[in-house]
């Protein structure tokens, strides 16, 4: 071999060698540098995301002329329509009707007495007026701990009338994004609703991560029962307290005005009103706009007056890149 080949052979086995070193550089390189993942990755590219992702930021900047200390970095949710679907009936009802209806067929006597009665006639009328008795009905008795594991067994099991989904996978994924972006941020969760606090405690520790200390809801009458040095908790038939009137009860758990609260309803109000006197805050109000993915059921009076105080009303067809998981 002459030198012309040998000196040819040995340029690209150098190039090779060369090439092969910076891919390898690069991909090396790629992993080092590659970017943290996006906020809210099923939050479309909109105004309204990076304005609520905007807000996060700059109350965590110290340097940030927003900033909050994290003790007062508190966000209250509301949770049927909000976090998580409440079409087409709110979901503590439907576990209560399910099991209003296991019961019935249990025993079969029971079909003459309410609200077993209107569950079997699916009496709407009766249902609706005598909501707390076919809330509470099928769980008198109970221990707090035996409803709790019904409430998730339900969850787990039950698919939605609508969706090929269990109730549990009925949580809209983009809500629990901004809930973990917040707790990344130091913020302290709260759900608050007219459900039960028991109910709201079991869904909060199952499937948002959130500590059931930070669930506000109404509360069921118990009867403490001390059996070989342990308390069960037994559940009457009745509400001691219930949480219709958000900022007072807000203001009985915690003290102070929370900085961001989402809600979709009227219900909300006067938790939107409260936050509304702080600075800085964000209010999200979340419009079900999106028959097709989901429901449509807009509230105008609500709207109107976030349009009003510039609150951030987030369009589920537009600022939502899916639904669901």
């Known amino acids: 071999m ?21 891919s390898c550089f690069v991909a090396s390189s790629n992993q080092l540098i590659e ?8 939050w479309n590219a909109t105004e ?10 700059k109350v965590a900047d110290e340097k940030s002329g927003m900033y909050v200390a994290p003790e007062d970095r508190i966000a209250v949710f509301d949770m049927d329509g909000t976090v998580l679907c409440e079409k087409p009936g709110i979901t503590e009802v439907d576990v209560s009707i399910e099991f209003l209806k296991r019961q019935v067929k249990a ?25 707390v008795q076919v809330l509470l009905t099928p769980f008198v008795g109970y221990t707090q701990a035996q409803y709790r594991d019904s409430v998730i067994h339900f969850f787990n099991t039950t698919k939605h009338a609508k969706y090929d989904l269990y109730y549990k996978d009925l949580f809209y994924q983009p ?28 869904l909060t520790t199952e499937y948002l991560g959130i500590d059931k200390e930070h669930s506000i809801g109404s509360v069921v009458d118990l009867a403490a029962v001390f059996v070989d040095d342990k ?18 009860v807000i203001e009985y758990q915690f003290g102070k005005a929370p900085i961001l609260v989402g809600g979709n309803s009227s219900g909300d109000m006067e938790m939107f009103d409260y936050a509304n006197v702080v600075k800085p805050h964000k ?32 369009s589920m067809k537009n600022d939502f890149k899916q639904i669901f998981k």
Request: no cysteine; charged share 25%.
């Open 48 to 57: 309204n995301t990076q304005g609520i992702i905007d807000f996060i930021n």
């Open 283 to 314: 209010v999200i109000v979340i419009d079900h706009d999106d028959e097709k993915r989901e429901y449509q059921y807009t509230k105008k009076a609500l709207l109107e007056k976030a349009k009003k105080q510039n609150w951030t009303i987030v």
């Open 35 to 42: 970017p943290p993942k996006k906020s809210l990755q099923t």
């Open 107 to 131: 025993n079969p006597e029971l079909a003459a007495q309410q609200p077993y009665k209107a569950v079997l006639a699916d009496d709407k009328k009766y249902l609706k007026d005598s909501i």
């Open 231 to 248: 308390a069960q908790f037994v559940r009457g038939d009745n509400f001691v307290l219930k949480n219709k009137h958000k900022a007072e």
């Open 2 to 22: 002459n030198n012309k080949h040998m000196k040819f052979k040995l340029f690209n086995l150098g190039l090779v060698l060369l090439l092969g070193f910076s």
């Open 175 to 202: 809500m629990l994004e901004l809930i973990e972006l917040l707790k990344q941020k130091d913020f302290t969760v709260y759900i608050s609703s007219y459900s039960q606090q028991t109910f709201i405690r079991s």
